[in-house]
């Protein structure tokens, strides 16, 4: 086999593979929202505690960023993966066997401590076997699989549960973990030299990236001292926070307590919106990789994701068609949050990717383990009016949260499409 041939097929092995991983983990964080008047039904639990359940995915997933950055820089992105997989299959295993509330937290937590090292695992591959100028279209790729994960646990699962329990859905996600493990470890490469072929770079004619760098720590350190890095950790915490606390838990019971929807009309509205940050997602890393700049198309999808909280905040009766728009503009907004990720490894050291995006993706799914059981408790204490009171006003909340985003959205750094880090510490 010529050595092109051979850097393709396991280019797009790796690939495969991350992005199958990445579609499971999707499917985790968004499937309490369709099952969560099944969950309700079985333990008898109050919005609060819903809330907790759907969050602790969130908790060790935003706690385990930063280690999952440190460690793909460091031991590899291989062994890090399989590890990831084999404790989230175990975690799902768990959610679906769980007899009690208790058992129900500690199967999420485990599926989210799982996952939690999967996309930057990805991004990192993508890094270390794709060009810089390839960056943004196959992080957009990855997104529009990954959100099939996300649609299949919308309305899919919706009318899956009519027939099956929720129970077996997680018994099937737990196995197909497992089975990826394995794969990820008998054919994943961290790197083009590791399997005796060249580096991305030195194929683009630019001087090889060192595999490793001095410590984990004084990786850290020179990311987190990075001004630079830190707007596109509070634009997640604000925009891709309220999206996942809305897509994945509220906006279901928003729709059928609050509006008056079906529940099969209300996960539709979901996937709707899914589907639109997945394609969102794919349009605009290959937009702006062709344009050559990143803020343009980030700053504009900002302020539209924010304007389409509006509707929600004012509790408007909207006809079918006007609502599904609406959450088709919502995730069409939120597609422009991805190309943080982007900017991130471009204003930081090449060696340095898997610990700056991974900084950044702390601030989205801190801020959703932070936001949903907030907001159950906005719901709990509603008091008199009606459950549309509670709703417009947890909508209000996470309003502000995505005005937070956007704010920090217009502070981020162009970089045309390139690392400049060198070029940043010259000036």
């Known amino acids: ?92 295993l768990l959610f679906a066997f769980a007899p009690s509330v208790d058992w129900l937290l500690a199967g999420r937590a485990l599926v989210g401590l799982g996952v939690a090292v999967v996309f930057v695992s990805v991004l990192k591959l993508i890094a270390s076997w794709y060009s810089e100028r390839e960056f943004g279209t196959w992080v957009g790729v990855l997104m529009l699989l990954g959100n099939l994960g996300a649609v299949l646990a919308a309305y899919p699962l919706g009318w899956v549960i009519q027939y099956a329990s929720w129970r077996t859905v997680f018994v099937v996600t737990g196995v197909l973990s497992l089975a990826l493990a394995l794969c990820i470890w008998l054919w994943v490469r961290d790197d083009p030299r590791d399997a005796g072929l060249p580096s991305a770079r030195a194929l683009e004619g630019k001087d090889e990236a060192s595999q490793t760098h001095s410590g984990w720590w004084d990786g850290f350190a020179r990311v987190a001292a990075n001004r630079d890095t830190w707007p596109g950790f509070f634009m ?37 919106m899914i589907v639109a940050f997945a394609f969102g997602s794919f349009a605009v890393g290959a937009i702006s990789d062709r344009m050559g700049r990143r803020l343009p ?23 079918v068609a006007a609502s599904l728009a609406l959450f088709i503009l919502m995730g069409v907004g939120i597609a422009g949050a991805t190309l943080a990720w982007a900017l991130a490894k471009e204003l ?11 900084l950044v993706n702390t601030g989205g799914f801190l801020g959703t383990a932070l936001f949903q059981p907030l907001v159950g408790w906005v719901l709990d204490r509603a008091g008199a009016g009606g459950p549309l009171v509670g709703y417009r006003s947890a909508a209000a909340l996470l309003a502000v949260i995505a005005l937070i985003g956007v704010v920090a959205a217009f502070r981020l750094r162009e970089t045309r499409c390139r690392n400049i880090f060198a070029e940043l510490r010259r000036t």
């Open 297 to 319: 198309l980030l700053r504009a999808l900002s302020l539209l994701y924010l304007v389409s909280w509006l509707p929600w905040v004012m509790g408007w009766q909207l006809a």
């Open 1 to 92: 086999m010529r050595q092109s041939d051979r850097y393709r097929q396991l280019r797009g092995l790796a690939y495969a593979l991350g992005a199958a991983a990445f579609i499971l983990a999707f499917f985790h964080r968004v499937a309490p929202g369709a099952i969560a008047a099944d969950l309700r039904a079985a333990f008898d639990t109050s919005a609060t505690t819903l809330g907790f359940i759907a969050a602790l995915y969130f908790y060790p997933y935003a706690a385990m960023q930063l280690p999952s950055g440190v460690l793909a820089d460091s031991i590899g992105p291989r062994r890090l993966f399989t590890a990831g997989s084999v404790v989230a299959g175990i975690g799902s």
């Open 236 to 272: 997640h915490l604000g925009m891709i926070g309220s999206y996942l606390t809305f897509s994945g838990l509220w906006a279901v019971p928003y729709l059928t307590d609050g509006l008056g929807l079906t529940r099969a009309s209300a996960t539709l509205h979901v996937t709707a």
């Open 348 to 358: 930081n050291p090449p060696a340095l990717s898997g610990t700056a995006t991974s």
